[in-house]
Each structure stands twice: as C-alpha cells, then as structure tokens.
C-alpha cells in the first residue's frame, strides 16, 4: 500500500512500548494535530499489508480506539476524518510480544476544498442512533440518473408498491423532509419519485409526530414513518432537473420533467408529466409494471418554500391529477358459508376519468422567544365519471348438489364532485422554565360530494332443480348529496419535573357532522321519464360525532432509556337522525385506555423500543345511512343506523441492531391489535346465491404480526444485500346467515433483496418473493382456503463502448390455482438501450421495448373472512417507445 507524497503532512508517532491493558488488543487514539483534541468519530479501518484485505473498520471516540489484536504480521492502519488529510501507517506486529501498539495519530487539515478530499474507507451503510435509523447512501450504489425511489427499493426492511407508496416494516412513510425541513406536504410520492439519488447523502427513518408532539417534545407517534433526505455538502444550493419525449407504436406517447432550484432561503419545485401507455414511462421504464386497464395520466406539482430569516418559514404545495382508465376483467369469487358455498363467474368492462386539484400550505412563524405559530391549511376538489357493464353467473354448491342459482346482468353510470377542506392552527407559548410550554390549537373542516347515478340490472334466479324462482329488473336514477364539516379544539401543557422528566397533560375536543340525502327515481314507462320516487332507496341521514379526551404522562427523556407511561379517557357521543323515517338514535361510549411508550439504547448501534397507541375508529356514513346499494344486485350492501363506534388496541415493538466491524445490521418489529366492538359485515344468504351485507360490532377480533430484516454487504464494497422473513396471525369474526363465523388467518413470507454492483460499467439487482395465507372457518374445512403469491424480479444494466448502456427488467408473478383453475403465471419484460451525447452527456437517446413477451393479462388475488377472489385484468400488450432525454444540473460549491 502505496504512501501519500509528503505534501499530505501526515504526522504519525508510534509508540511501541506502552504495554496495553488487554494485550489481546490494538489500541490508539486520532487527534487534532494543533489543538491536540481527540477527533470523535473519524473513520479507521485494519488493513493486513499482504494483499490488502480489510480486517475491521471502526470509528474513534474521544478515548480513542481499539482493534482486536492481530496474528503477527505486517498491517495497516488508516485514518480519514471530513475536512483532514488522510493516510496509512504500516505497523508491525511481532511473534510472542505481549505489549500491544499504541498508535497517536496527528491529521492536519487539508488545505483542499472539501470536496477534493479522498477519503479511504468502506462506508458503513446502516447507522441506529436513539430512534432513528440512517442508511448511506454511499453504501448503497445506483445507476446515473436515477432517482431516489430507485435507491428506497434497495434498503432494508423498505418496501414501495405498484404504486409508489412507501412502508418501512410494515408501516406507511407519510412524510418526507428535505434537510430536515418540510417541503413536500402533500405527497412524499413526489420527493420519491422526482429527486435525484445523487444529490442524497443519508437517508434518515424515525417515528411519525403529530405537529403537536413536535412543538412540544413529548413523544406523540401516529403509528407510521418519517424519512429525512439529507442533501450532500455541495448539493444544498443549486438547480437540477430533466425534460423528456417520446412517441410510439400503437399512438403510444410519453412527455414530461420536473425542475428544482435550491437557494439559501427559498426552494422550487415544479414538475409536469402526461402519458397515454400506463405510467410506464418517466425518462426511464417503470419496473413496477403496467398496471391494469389501458390507462392514461397527467400529473403537475408546483412547491415553494419560503424562509424569511430564522423566525418566519413557509411552504405552499399545488398539484393536478387526471386519470382515464378503460379495463377489462375477469372475476372468479369463491364465497364460503355454514352449509354452502358460492362460486361467482364475473365479465366487466369499465371506463373511469378522474381530475383533481389540490393546494397544501404550511406556515410557522416565530412571533419571538416565547411565542411560535404554526398554520396548516388543506383544499381539494375532485371531479368523476365511471361507465361498467358485467355480466355475471352464480353457482351454489350443498351438500352433493351444485347448480346454477343466479345470472345477470347490470350496468352502472356515475358521475361525481366534490371537495375538502381544512385549517389547523396551533399556537405555543414557551416559559422561562425549560420544557414549560403551553400549546393551543384549533383545527375545522368542511367537505362535501354530489353523485348523480344511473342503474339498470335484470337478475333471474333458480332452485335446485333449474327453475325459475325470481325474475327482477331495475331502472333507476339517483341523486346523492353528502355534505359535512368539523371543528375542533385541543390544549396541551407540559411541565418539567427534575432534570430529567416531563409531565404532559392534554385535553382534546372535535364534533364532526355527516349527512346523506338521497332520491331515487324509478323509470316510468307511460311518461318515458325517471320521475317516480323510489321510497326504498331515497332517505335523509344525519350523523354526528362528539368526542372528548383528557390523558396525562410522565416523559423520561434523557439517559439510555427515554420513555412514557400514562393515561388517557375518552368520551364519544354518537348522534344518528334518521328524518326520512323519525327516528333518532343516540349512543354514548367511554373508553380508558394506557399512554405508553418506551427506548431503550442497548449500545451504539442498538436500541429497543415499544409503544402503544390507543385509537376510536367512527363508523362511516354509508355503514349507517339504512339504504340498499342496488350498483351490484348480487351483493347487496346496507347501512346499519343502530352501529357503534370501534376502538383499537396497538401495541408495537422494534429492534435495531448495525455491527460496524462487519457492517451488518437486524431490524426487527412486531404488533398485535386487539379490536373493541369491531365493525364488520353481517351476510345473509338470499334465494337465487344472493348476497345481502349489513354492519353489525363484535368481539373478539385481533391480530398479530412479525417482520425481521438482516442487511449485509456483497464482496468489498461491491454491493449489499437484506433478507426479511414475515408472519402473521389474525383471529376475524363476521355473521353469516345469522351465524357467528370465526375466521383464522396465517400468513407468512419472505423476501431477499440483492444489489451487486461489481465493476463500474454494470449494475444488477434482484428481489425475489413468496407470501403463503392459509384461512380456517369454524364452518368445517370444506370452506378453509390456501393460497401462493410469489414475485421475482431481475434488474440489469451494462455500460458500452461508445456511451452506448443496454438495460433489462424481468417481472414475474406467480399466483397459486383456484377453483380448478392451474396456477396462473404472469412475465413483463423490459428492455432499453440508450446513447447519451454532448460531453457533459446531459443529451439521452433511448429506445425503451415494453412488455416484449406480449402478456395479455395479470393477475391477483385476495383473501377475505369467507372469500377467495381471483381477477384477471387486460394489459396494453407490446409497446415500442423512442425518447430524446436532457439532463441538467448545476451547485455551487
């Protein structure tokens, strides 16, 4: 190993004669060498001199370091730290020496700009500190141009659906930060999937709080993730994006880009994308699929952030987004019951248009050294219309006997509007006392949705022996219009008790009110209108909800353990006005239920942590409004006015472990719910395999879960790898034919995640999948079900001759037979090869092939309490795309 010419001004003394106190150890210190400090944290590694193979890394405190002592022999020792001048000392370890090296290491400052600075040392690529979770990015190598989605789907124990959407060990990502900072309000899917993976030096993973829980801290989760991108030195000022085009066979095209400016005290962004070929294209192929349907989107994001100086910050958020989708799919649903069982053969066709706007804004401002504001505000407004026609036919099978009970068919027109609306404010007055604080808030939200419906359905049904028991058709128009709104209040107070406990104690009041009016209009066939009232679908409904919580903790937040233990009551008043009919009805709960959380950090690198959240869940206005849904007259849903509110017991727990001298690491998480008076659906077996579903509360209803996730490095630096292991157990209980059914659900899966990035020119990665559910019922195990999911996936590329790089993505998905149905297997197959031109190669060239097997279809499956389903949708098929790509970006330095 080669030394760095003396300009480097490395000043190094070893002194071999300090005998250690463990002679089974290397020891020694890294300083500053004017100030002659020790320098926390600066990164080491143990190097054997013969063929350079790295032994251990580690990092120095400010008593220095240690390696376990060596065989005899000739190694290395070499020190880095951010800002300093780094080298390699060789040392020597001799046979049958009972003292131990110690080694005083001096660095310098570089006199170089940071960024010239070479650092030699393997990055560690999980960092566990207190409760949060840092993985680096350096550790986690991606193609150019890549975005920071691409560099989630490698980390561990980190997933991201067909969809976008994050969870991290099971839970969503609803927020991400930028720097620490909240920039993207409405969608962390737009940071995700618009920044660039270069600009990211270390992903950060911790509890969701409330805006409340952060004014004050005291510890406040929501029961889901946060991730912070934290931006490299050098990318935190500057302008970056990229523009694209592309046009294909079939009239397939492609069009869009997003630009972002990073100042000093006000951030941009902007970004803009249509399609008419699924999403499958964003200057680069979409590995996570088509989708279903022949779809077609368009999607624009415009975000400012604002900081006048230090005290005052704000964000404003606007967006649009427009979905057209015409699908095509098969359905097969094996419905179970005490005696019977239902197998339903189900053909749709169906053509969806949605637009929505929203703005989103956020302002905090520091009135002065004692008083904070936060404002918070929310607006959207949607607009739909869907058209289907099915077609459907219903086998009932009992005892021996299996026959055709029911075939029909229905078609269905909708057209719908409405918007949301919300404001929260939240004022906190700080005291002279440390941790003394004072929070108010004021939250209020109003809503509404207009639906204008058409139905016609002719359904005819039959016994045992082929007869025709009930011929009935429906021709029908309806207007529904749901308005709502809310308001609330909440104070909090927390007060410090020693030097290292907080009291908190908080009182929270909200009234939300719901209505639904509804008239249907039956066809008359004399007037040739639709104007007959239907008394059986038309109704005014109105609920109200009032709910009142007073909870009180004791908060340790210092020292290795850092936890919660307190109480919480809540008081629900439910109010249902039934006007149609002169009922009302009203309902009162009270729940007491623990505030509890704890963390514990084992070590550097460790920690445990457990929590409890306790929440009411309110039943919705269409599972109280006492309406038939006649949109499929095979499934006939309706409300039930005399419905209780649900309340849910979470218990949570979680492990992190990172080893820095192996650089390996565990998470681990595990949860169980318990449910109070669940909500479920009560099913009633009508003549013909009719189906008819009402909300009813019961008990004894839980689940339990478990996930572990074990990351480890791929050769020296090469790559990384993570294999996770899940399982579950749910206890579900619903009503069918008046009947208590208890449903055991098992679930088990596992996942492992590859990344290898072996010479520069390639990059490769691959993930692979299976996912069992089995299902028993108290009914017998005629009506239990098994089922397999299982997923793979390859993805490659390599770098050319001539800045020519070829790429290819493999999908494949397996799902477990049904109903004499043999597994159905489903491969999309992507490809692209691209030349990228001018000498900052800011100019791409890309000719993209989707789908080249030509798969006419996919496939999925769901298990429910007393149901298996099975659907096939259409596909677009085979598409060529050829698109123009540029790339721009500039920093400072």
């Keep these: 190993m080669k030394r760095e010419p003396i300009t480097i001004l490395l000043f190094l003394t070893v002194f071999a004669g300090a005998r250690a106190q463990t002679p089974s150890f290397l020891r020694g210190i890294v300083i500053d060498s004017v100030s002659r400090l020790p320098l926390e944290d600066a990164s080491l590694s143990l190097v054997k001199w013969a063929g350079h193979a790295v032994l251990a890394n580690g990092r120095s405190s400010r008593t220095g370091f240690s390696f376990r002592r060596p065989a005899p022999g000739e190694y290395a020792v070499i020190a880095s730290y951010l800002g300093y001048v780094s080298d390699t000392i060789v040392i020597r370890v001799p046979a049958g020496d009972s003292t131990a090296p110690f080694v005083r290491v001096r660095l310098i400052r570089s006199t170089k700009p940071l960024m010239e600075v070479v650092v030699r040392r393997t990055i560690p690529p999980v960092i566990v500190k207190n409760d949060t979770i840092a993985f680096n990015a350096g550790a986690y190598p991606t193609r150019a141009n890549a975005t920071v989605e691409d560099m989630l789907k490698k980390l561990p124990g980190i997933e991201i659906d067909k969809d976008g959407n994050v969870t991290m060990q099971g839970q969503k990502v609803d927020k991400i930060y930028l720097d620490g900072k909240e920039f993207f309000l409405n969608d962390p899917r737009t940071a995700s999937r618009n920044l660039p993976a270069d600009i990211v030096a270390q992903i950060e993973a911790f509890d969701s709080q409330t805006d409340q829980g952060r004014m004050t801290g005291v510890r406040d989760a929501t029961g889901n993730k946060t991730l912070n991108i934290k931006l490299k030195k050098d ?67 415009l975000n400012i952030r604002q900081d006048w100086g230090n005290a005052t910050h704000g964000s404003l958020n606007l967006g649009e987004d427009g979905s057209r989708t015409e699908l095509t799919q098969g359905t097969i649903l094996n419905s179970f019951f005490t005696d019977s069982s239902l197998l339903e053969h189900r053909t749709s066709g169906s053509i969806n248009s ?58 269905n027109r909708s057209d719908l509007s409405g918007y ?122 109105l609920t109200k909800n009032t709910t009142q919580m007073v909870n009180a903790a004791i908060n340790g937040l210092e020292g290795r353990v850092k936890y919660q233990l307190g109480i919480g009551w809540q008081f629900t008043d439910l109010r249902n006005d039934n006007s149609t009919l002169g ?33 009411s869940v309110s039943p919705t206005i269409d599972q109280l409004q006492p309406l038939p849904d006649l949109s499929n007259p095979f499934l006939v849903r309706i409300g039930n006015p005399a419905l209780q509110q649900e ?87 619903n009503i069918v034919n008046e009947k208590k059914e208890i449903g055991a659900t098992t679930l088990a899966g596992g996942t492992l995640k590859l990344n290898y ?53 493999v999908d494949l998905q397996v799902i477990s037979g049904q109903s004499g149905l043999p597994p159905q297997t489903t491969t999309i197959w992507n490809a692209a090869i691209y030349h990228v031109f001018l000498r900052s190669r800011s100019l791409q060239l890309r000719l993209s092939v989707f789908d080249i097997l030509g798969a006419a279809s996919n496939y999925s499956q769901s298990v429910g309490v007393n149901y298996l389903e099975t659907r096939r949708s259409n596909l677009p098929g085979r598409l060529y795309l050829l698109s123009l790509m540029w790339h721009f970006k500039k920093f400072s330095s």
């Excluded at 565990?666 to 099913?683: C, Y």
């Excluded at 990059?763 to 397999?788: H, I, N, P, V």
Aim: aromatic share 12%; hydrophobic share 30%; no cysteine.
């Design 647 to 733: 309340f849910d017991h979470h218990l949570s727990a979680t492990f992190s472990s990172f080893t820095l001298k192996n650089l390996r690491n565990w998470q681990w998480s595990g949860e169980g719910e318990f449910a109070q008076n669940k909500i479920v659906s009560a099913t009633t077996l009508l003549p013909g395999g009719i189906q008819q579903v009402e909300y009813v509360n019961v008990e004894g209803s839980y689940t339990l879960g478990s996930r572990l996730t074990y990351g480890f490095p791929l050769g020296h630096g090469k790559g990384n790898g993570n294999i996770g292991v899940r399982g579950g157990y749910s206890r579900n209980i």
């Design 757 to 809: 990035h072996p010479v520069a020119k390639l990059f490769a990665e691959m993930r692979a999948s299976a996912d069992y559910t089995g299902a028993k019922y108290s009914a017998g195990a005629l009506q239990s079900s098994r089922s397999w999911l299982q997923h793979y996936a390859v993805d490659v590329s390599y770098d050319l001759p001539l800045a020519v790089t070829v790429s290819s993505n």
């Design 420 to 541: 949301n609306l919300g404001n929260t404010v939240l004022l906190q007055r700080r005291f002279r006392k440390r941790r003394r604080s004072l929070v108010l808030g004021i939250t209020q939200s109003a809503q509404a949705q207009d639906n204008h419906t058409s139905l016609y359905t002719s359904v005819r049904s039959f016994d045992s022996v082929g007869a025709s028991i009930r011929d009935t058709a429906i021709n029908q128009q309806s207007v529904q219009s749901s308005p709502g709104h809310g308001y609330g209040a909440s104070l909090s107070y927390t007060e410090p008790m020693g030097a290292r406990h907080v009291l908190d104690i908080g009182y929270r009041a909200n009234v939300g009110v719901n209505s639904s009016n509804k008239t249907g209009y039956d066809y008359d066939s004399a007037t040739r209108r639709f104007d007959r009232v239907d008394s059986a679908v038309t109704n005014r409904f």
């Design 354 to 411: 949605n637009t929505s706007y929203h703005a989103d804004a956020q302002l905090d401002w520091k009135i002065d050294s004692f008083y904070t504001l936060r404002y918070t505000g929310k607006w959207s407004t949607q607009k739909g219309s869907s058209d289907s026609q099915d077609s459907v036919n219903v086998t009932t099978e009992k005892a021996a006997a299996k026959w055709l009970s029911s075939e029909g068919l229905t078609e």
């Design 583 to 615: 009922h009302r009805l009203d309902e009162h709960f009270s729940n007491f239920f623990p505030r509890a959380s704890m963390i514990y950090n084992i070590s550097r690198g460790s920690n445990f942590s457990v929590q409890y959240l306790g929440k």
């Design 235 to 301: 990318r935190k000022q500057g302008y970056f994006g990229n523009a694209y085009a592309g046009v294909g066979t079939e009239g397939g095209w492609a069009s869009g880009g997003n630009a972002t400016r990073l100042g000093a005290s006000r951030w941009l962004f902007g970004n803009a994308q249509a399609n008419n070929i699924n999403n499958q294209f964003s200057g680069k192929e979409n590995a996570t699929g088509p989708g279903s349907g022949m779809q077609s989107f368009t999607h624009a994001d």
